[in-house]
């Protein structure tokens, strides 16, 4: 007898690749929320819904429903952004949501406070500045991070290219997100066609992947699903070493869950470090447990069967084993708040900003 499979990956599977009803509740304006299954599936789609903490006890007192509305995060691998989409997401917070930006750690923005019938007016606008909000949350592969500044070096540069690179391999591809929220036409296709990496059940909980140029390691590799670390030689990245299984995640009382560091698995050359890429992220989607989500994160997996056996699976899955780890040297990890001298000569600054939080106050 097969065992119970949780709430969310019935949703999954039976969303019709991340449509649900979402369309239908969008236009319903008798309430302000969407369906409890529906914001499972919003999820994938980078939009999380809340209300409104301030006002609950008294819309609750005056009989009235929360006030709902969405945090909306957008996928943006490397962190970077051009100056024209920074004001174009600065004037976006103003018409559609409360006037505020949030830096997240995953080198990404979020947007609160907008409402429901804000929604596809806001998804518009970002598409427009060349933007999305796809995988930013969800079972799928997230937000992929690298070094902060990619002018620090052509090594950077290449690095945050290759972050674009693994992230555009890694995204769903349902065309639910332009039907949605784009207003695109619906276009009939079969299952495999339409999500030929993910499926219908997409992967068991999210999957983190980080870059680090040595010696930095400014966005913590070893706390991610995969981290790749940059081999430089005759100052060229020849390969990665590749760790896996990392994530600080636990849940309190649970003896069962547990950070985890990420372990050395080995070295991939670069040319092959994409599909490397794919192949682990696809283990985790045929291995990881799909029935106790607090047990559905990459670590358990790997904890589960061992690294022998992960060694042998990605041989299977990339057609070729991992070669042995070169050496390498981390001596430094966190932000490098101020001045730092490009290779170039130019000077880039970098800013603390409190809790994130970007709000125009005069």
């Given at each position: 007898m097969?065992e119970k499979?949780?709430?969310a990956?019935?949703?999954?599977r039976?969303?019709?690749?991340?449509?649900?009803?979402?369309?239908e509740?969008?236009?319903?304006?008798?309430?302000?929320?969407l369906?409890?299954?529906?914001t499972?599936?919003?999820?994938?789609?980078g939009?999380?819904?809340?209300?409104?903490?301030?006002?609950?006890?008294?819309?609750?007192?005056?009989?009235l429903?929360?006030?709902?509305q969405f945090?909306?995060?957008?996928?943006l691998?490397?962190?970077?952004l051009?100056a024209?989409?920074?004001?174009g997401?600065?004037?976006?917070a103003d018409?559609?949501?409360?006037s505020?930006?949030?830096?997240?750690?995953?080198q990404?923005f979020?947007?609160?406070?907008?409402?429901?019938?804000?929604?596809?007016?806001?998804?518009?606008?970002?598409?427009?500045?060349?933007?999305?909000s796809?995988g930013?949350?969800?079972?799928?592969?997230?937000n992929?991070?690298?070094?902060?500044?990619?002018?620090q070096?052509?090594?950077?540069?290449e690095?945050?290219?290759?972050?674009?690179?693994?992230?555009?391999?890694?995204?769903w591809?349902?065309?639910a997100?332009?039907?949605?929220?784009?207003?695109?036409e619906?276009?009939?296709?079969?299952?495999?066609e339409?999500?030929?990496?993910?499926?219908?059940?997409?992967?068991?909980?999210?999957?983190k992947i980080?870059?680090?140029?040595?010696?930095e390691?400014?966005c913590?590799?070893?706390?991610?699903?995969?981290?790749?670390?940059?081999?430089?030689?005759?100052?060229?990245?020849?390969?990665?070493n590749?760790?896996?299984?990392?994530?600080?995640?636990l849940?309190y009382?649970?003896?069962?869950?547990?950070p985890?560091?990420?372990?050395?698995?080995?070295?991939?050359?670069?040319?092959?470090?994409v599909?490397?890429?794919?192949?682990?992220?696809a283990i985790?989607?045929?291995?990881?447990?799909?029935?106790?989500r607090?047990?559905a994160?990459?670590?358990?997996?790997?904890?589960?069967?061992?690294?022998?056996?992960?060694?042998?699976?990605f041989?299977?899955?990339?057609?070729?084993?991992?070669?042995?780890?070169r050496?390498?040297?981390l001596s430094?990890?966190?932000?490098?708040?101020g001045?730092?001298?490009?290779?170039?000569?130019?000077?880039?600054?970098?800013?603390?900003?409190?809790?994130g939080?970007?709000?125009?106050?005069?």
């Amino acid at each position: 007898m097969s065992e119970k499979l949780p709430e969310a990956e019935v949703i999954k599977r039976e969303s019709n690749y991340l449509r649900g009803t979402i369309l239908e509740g969008l236009a319903d304006r008798t309430t302000g929320a969407l369906s409890e299954d529906d914001t499972k599936l919003t999820k994938f789609h980078g939009s999380y819904q809340q209300d409104d903490r301030e006002v609950r006890d008294e819309r609750r007192r005056q009989k009235l429903e929360p006030l709902y509305q969405f945090m909306v995060r957008l996928r943006l691998p490397g962190g970077v952004l051009t100056a024209d989409q920074w004001l174009g997401l600065d004037r976006i917070a103003d018409e559609c949501a409360n006037s505020t930006l949030r830096l997240t750690t995953r080198q990404t923005f979020q947007f609160h406070g907008v409402f429901k019938e804000q929604m596809q007016p806001f998804m518009q606008k970002i598409h427009a500045l060349g933007l999305d909000s796809r995988g930013a949350c969800g079972d799928v592969n997230r937000n992929v991070i690298s070094n902060v500044n990619p002018h620090q070096s052509q090594l950077h540069g290449e690095i945050h290219e290759l972050s674009l690179t693994i992230s555009e391999r890694l995204r769903w591809r349902s065309a639910a997100y332009a039907e949605i929220w784009l207003g695109e036409e619906c276009v009939e296709k079969l299952g495999e066609e339409e999500e030929p990496f993910y499926g219908q059940k997409y992967l068991p909980r999210k999957f983190k992947i980080a870059l680090a140029v040595p010696p930095e390691n400014d966005c913590d590799v070893f706390a991610n699903d995969i981290g790749l670390i940059a081999i430089v030689e005759d100052s060229q990245i020849r390969g990665f070493n590749v760790v896996v299984g990392g994530g600080m995640g636990l849940t309190y009382g649970d003896p069962a869950t547990y950070p985890r560091l990420a372990t050395m698995a080995g070295y991939v050359p670069k040319e092959q470090i994409v599909d490397a890429c794919e192949s682990i992220c696809a283990i985790q989607r045929d291995f990881g447990d799909r029935t106790n989500r607090a047990h559905a994160r990459f670590k358990y997996t790997i904890d589960d069967h061992g690294m022998d056996w992960f060694r042998e699976r990605f041989e299977e899955y990339h057609g070729q084993a991992f070669e042995k780890p070169r050496s390498f040297s981390l001596s430094r990890n966190g932000d490098r708040f101020g001045w730092v001298e490009g290779e170039d000569g130019n000077q880039h600054l970098t800013l603390l900003i409190p809790t994130g939080r970007v709000a125009d106050t005069e």
